[in-house]
Protein backbone atom coordinates (compact mmCIF):
# COMPACT_ATOMS: atom_id res chain seq x y z
CA UNK A 1 0.00 0.00 0.00
CA UNK A 2 1.46 3.23 -1.51
CA UNK A 3 1.15 5.86 1.34
CA UNK A 4 2.63 8.45 -0.42
CA UNK A 5 2.27 8.81 -4.53
CA UNK A 6 3.97 11.00 -7.04
CA UNK A 7 1.85 10.20 -10.26
CA UNK A 8 4.38 11.60 -12.79
CA UNK A 9 7.54 9.84 -13.18
CA UNK A 10 9.02 12.21 -15.25
CA UNK A 11 8.46 16.29 -15.74
CA UNK A 12 9.96 18.70 -18.78
CA UNK A 13 10.01 22.25 -18.83
CA UNK A 14 11.93 25.06 -20.49
CA UNK A 15 14.38 27.39 -18.49
CA UNK A 16 12.99 30.37 -16.86
CA UNK A 17 9.40 28.92 -17.11
CA UNK A 18 7.27 27.24 -14.07
CA UNK A 19 8.10 23.88 -12.39
CA UNK A 20 5.26 22.19 -10.50
CA UNK A 21 5.74 18.36 -8.99
CA UNK A 22 2.72 17.19 -7.02
CA UNK A 23 2.39 14.93 -4.44
CA UNK A 24 -0.28 12.72 -3.11
CA UNK A 25 -0.98 11.05 0.30
CA UNK A 26 -3.36 8.72 2.10
CA UNK A 27 -2.57 8.60 5.40
CA UNK A 28 -4.40 11.43 7.20
CA UNK A 29 -2.05 11.12 10.81
CA UNK A 30 0.36 12.61 8.25
CA UNK A 31 1.64 15.80 9.40
CA UNK A 32 4.87 16.91 8.54
CA UNK A 33 5.77 16.63 4.35
CA UNK A 34 9.17 17.11 2.85
CA UNK A 35 10.71 17.70 -0.91
CA UNK A 36 14.08 16.52 -1.60
CA UNK A 37 15.96 16.44 -4.57
CA UNK A 38 18.43 13.87 -5.42
CA UNK A 39 21.16 14.11 -8.07
CA UNK A 40 22.94 10.95 -9.71
CA UNK A 41 25.61 9.34 -6.92
CA UNK A 42 24.65 11.79 -4.80
CA UNK A 43 22.44 11.56 -1.28
CA UNK A 44 18.97 13.15 -1.20
CA UNK A 45 19.02 16.64 -0.26
CA UNK A 46 16.52 18.41 1.82
CA UNK A 47 14.86 21.05 -0.05
CA UNK A 48 11.77 22.75 1.48
CA UNK A 49 9.57 21.39 4.29
CA UNK A 50 5.89 22.36 5.73
CA UNK A 51 3.63 21.30 8.36
CA UNK A 52 -0.21 20.54 8.58
CA UNK A 53 -0.51 23.79 10.31
CA UNK A 54 0.33 25.81 7.18
CA UNK A 55 -0.55 25.49 3.83
CA UNK A 56 2.11 27.42 2.18
CA UNK A 57 5.96 27.51 2.94
CA UNK A 58 8.52 29.45 0.59
CA UNK A 59 11.58 29.94 0.61
CA UNK A 60 13.28 31.51 -2.66
CA UNK A 61 12.56 29.84 -5.87
CA UNK A 62 10.97 27.00 -3.98
CA UNK A 63 7.30 27.10 -2.53
CA UNK A 64 5.59 23.97 -1.50
CA UNK A 65 1.59 24.14 -0.60
CA UNK A 66 -0.45 21.92 1.25
CA UNK A 67 -4.23 21.43 0.78
CA UNK A 68 -4.73 18.95 3.52
CA UNK A 69 -9.03 18.07 2.63
CA UNK A 70 -7.28 16.66 -1.07
CA UNK A 71 -4.34 15.18 0.30
CA UNK A 72 -2.35 16.28 -1.77
CA UNK A 73 0.81 18.87 -1.73
CA UNK A 74 2.73 20.50 -4.62
CA UNK A 75 6.46 22.26 -5.17
CA UNK A 76 6.42 24.72 -7.64
CA UNK A 77 9.63 26.35 -8.87
CA UNK A 78 10.27 29.69 -10.78
CA UNK A 79 12.46 30.38 -12.09
CA UNK A 80 13.14 27.48 -13.31
CA UNK A 81 17.07 26.59 -14.08
CA UNK A 82 19.21 24.02 -15.98
CA UNK A 83 20.37 22.78 -12.47
CA UNK A 84 17.11 21.97 -11.34
CA UNK A 85 17.41 19.12 -13.09
CA UNK A 86 16.87 16.01 -10.64
CA UNK A 87 14.83 13.29 -9.12
CA UNK A 88 12.52 15.57 -6.65
CA UNK A 89 11.23 13.39 -3.74
CA UNK A 90 8.12 14.08 -1.44
CA UNK A 91 8.17 12.57 1.85
CA UNK A 92 5.74 12.24 4.21
CA UNK A 93 5.71 11.63 8.19
CA UNK A 94 3.47 12.08 11.51
CA UNK A 95 5.44 14.34 13.33
CA UNK A 96 3.68 14.25 16.53
CA UNK A 97 4.90 10.78 16.98
CA UNK A 98 8.61 11.70 16.60
CA UNK A 99 9.38 8.76 15.55
CA UNK A 100 11.58 9.96 12.59
CA UNK A 101 9.81 7.25 10.59
CA UNK A 102 9.84 9.20 6.76
CA UNK A 103 7.23 7.66 4.20
CA UNK A 104 8.71 8.71 0.48
CA UNK A 105 7.17 8.88 -3.18
CA UNK A 106 8.71 6.93 -6.07
CA UNK A 107 9.90 10.40 -7.28
CA UNK A 108 9.62 12.67 -10.16
CA UNK A 109 12.38 13.29 -12.76
CA UNK A 110 12.99 16.60 -13.69
CA UNK A 111 14.66 17.91 -16.41
CA UNK A 112 14.97 21.87 -17.56
CA UNK A 113 15.93 21.97 -20.58
CA UNK A 114 18.28 25.67 -21.55
CA UNK B 1 29.95 18.95 0.66
CA UNK B 2 27.18 17.02 2.84
CA UNK B 3 27.48 17.25 6.71
CA UNK B 4 26.68 13.64 6.78
CA UNK B 5 29.90 11.45 5.78
CA UNK B 6 28.98 7.98 4.78
CA UNK B 7 32.54 5.22 4.23
CA UNK B 8 33.26 3.11 2.09
CA UNK B 9 31.05 5.02 -0.74
CA UNK B 10 31.41 1.52 -2.74
CA UNK B 11 31.78 -1.88 -1.47
CA UNK B 12 31.89 -5.16 -3.25
CA UNK B 13 31.55 -8.78 -0.73
CA UNK B 14 31.14 -11.85 -1.06
CA UNK B 15 27.75 -13.34 1.04
CA UNK B 16 29.73 -15.19 3.53
CA UNK B 17 32.20 -11.62 4.61
CA UNK B 18 31.56 -9.38 7.33
CA UNK B 19 31.87 -5.65 6.39
CA UNK B 20 30.62 -2.32 8.14
CA UNK B 21 28.87 0.89 7.04
CA UNK B 22 30.27 3.97 8.85
CA UNK B 23 28.22 6.82 9.26
CA UNK B 24 29.10 10.07 11.21
CA UNK B 25 28.00 13.56 11.26
CA UNK B 26 29.03 16.80 13.63
CA UNK B 27 25.94 19.23 13.68
CA UNK B 28 24.97 17.96 16.99
CA UNK B 29 21.85 15.90 15.86
CA UNK B 30 20.55 13.25 18.29
CA UNK B 31 18.70 10.87 15.89
CA UNK B 32 20.62 8.97 13.20
CA UNK B 33 18.31 6.45 10.41
CA UNK B 34 19.71 3.89 7.51
CA UNK B 35 17.68 3.55 4.65
CA UNK B 36 18.06 0.85 1.67
CA UNK B 37 17.71 2.48 -1.65
CA UNK B 38 16.96 -0.26 -4.64
CA UNK B 39 17.45 1.33 -8.10
CA UNK B 40 14.21 3.35 -9.32
CA UNK B 41 12.78 3.18 -6.13
CA UNK B 42 12.71 5.92 -2.81
CA UNK B 43 14.52 5.20 0.12
CA UNK B 44 13.19 2.61 2.32
CA UNK B 45 13.99 2.96 6.43
CA UNK B 46 15.40 0.36 8.06
CA UNK B 47 16.74 1.44 11.42
CA UNK B 48 15.47 4.99 13.63
CA UNK B 49 18.45 5.59 16.60
CA UNK B 50 17.13 8.28 19.03
CA UNK B 51 19.50 9.39 21.48
CA UNK B 52 21.92 6.61 20.99
CA UNK B 53 19.10 4.63 21.87
CA UNK B 54 17.62 1.76 18.68
CA UNK B 55 13.74 3.08 18.56
CA UNK B 56 12.71 1.72 14.73
CA UNK B 57 13.99 -1.44 13.89
CA UNK B 58 11.53 -1.82 10.62
CA UNK B 59 11.48 -5.86 10.45
CA UNK B 60 15.18 -5.45 8.84
CA UNK B 61 16.55 -9.29 9.27
CA UNK B 62 19.16 -9.92 11.55
CA UNK B 63 22.29 -9.54 9.08
CA UNK B 64 21.65 -6.09 9.16
CA UNK B 65 23.39 -5.13 12.31
CA UNK B 66 22.90 -1.58 13.61
CA UNK B 67 25.19 0.20 16.01
CA UNK B 68 25.31 3.27 17.63
CA UNK B 69 28.96 3.79 19.74
CA UNK B 70 27.84 7.82 20.11
CA UNK B 71 25.69 10.63 19.03
CA UNK B 72 28.26 11.03 15.98
CA UNK B 73 28.61 7.65 14.86
CA UNK B 74 26.19 5.16 13.37
CA UNK B 75 27.26 1.65 11.80
CA UNK B 76 25.87 -0.71 10.36
CA UNK B 77 27.35 -4.25 10.55
CA UNK B 78 26.94 -6.93 7.86
CA UNK B 79 27.14 -10.56 7.72
CA UNK B 80 26.34 -13.08 5.80
CA UNK B 81 24.24 -11.40 3.40
CA UNK B 82 21.95 -12.18 -0.23
CA UNK B 83 22.48 -10.74 -3.68
CA UNK B 84 18.97 -8.76 -3.34
CA UNK B 85 20.93 -7.24 -0.37
CA UNK B 86 22.49 -5.32 -3.10
CA UNK B 87 21.67 -1.57 -3.34
CA UNK B 88 22.43 1.89 -1.89
CA UNK B 89 22.47 2.27 1.77
CA UNK B 90 22.44 5.93 2.92
CA UNK B 91 22.54 7.12 6.72
CA UNK B 92 20.56 10.45 7.53
CA UNK B 93 20.59 12.58 10.71
CA UNK B 94 18.42 15.07 12.09
CA UNK B 95 17.53 17.02 15.31
CA UNK B 96 15.13 16.01 17.55
CA UNK B 97 12.49 18.38 19.42
CA UNK B 98 9.14 17.56 20.64
CA UNK B 99 7.33 18.86 17.55
CA UNK B 100 9.29 16.68 15.41
CA UNK B 101 9.14 18.92 12.74
CA UNK B 102 13.06 18.19 11.62
CA UNK B 103 14.18 17.26 8.61
CA UNK B 104 16.78 14.68 7.70
CA UNK B 105 19.75 15.31 6.08
CA UNK B 106 21.32 12.42 4.13
CA UNK B 107 24.67 11.13 3.49
CA UNK B 108 25.56 10.24 -0.13
CA UNK B 109 25.31 6.52 0.69
CA UNK B 110 27.73 3.72 0.20
CA UNK B 111 26.81 1.86 -3.12
CA UNK B 112 26.88 -1.92 -1.69
CA UNK B 113 26.80 -4.85 -4.38
CA UNK B 114 26.80 -8.84 -2.98
CA UNK B 115 28.34 -11.44 -5.30
Known amino acids: DQQVKQNSPSLSVQEGRISILNCDYT??????FLWYKKYPAEGPTFLIS?????DKNEDGRFTVFLNKSAKHLSLHIVPSQPGDSAVYFC?????????????FGQGTTLQVKP | DTEVTQTPKHLVMGMTNKKSLKCEQH?????MYWYKQKAKKPPELMFV???????INESVPSRFSPECPNSSLLNLHLHALQPEDSALYLC??????????????FGDGTRLSIL
Open chain 2, 49 to 55: YSYEKLS
Open chain 1, 91 to 103: AASRARGNTGKLI
Open chain 2, 92 to 105: ASSRLDRGGNQPQH
Open chain 1, 50 to 54: ISSIK
Open chain 2, 27 to 31: MGHRA
Open chain 1, 27 to 32: NSMFDY
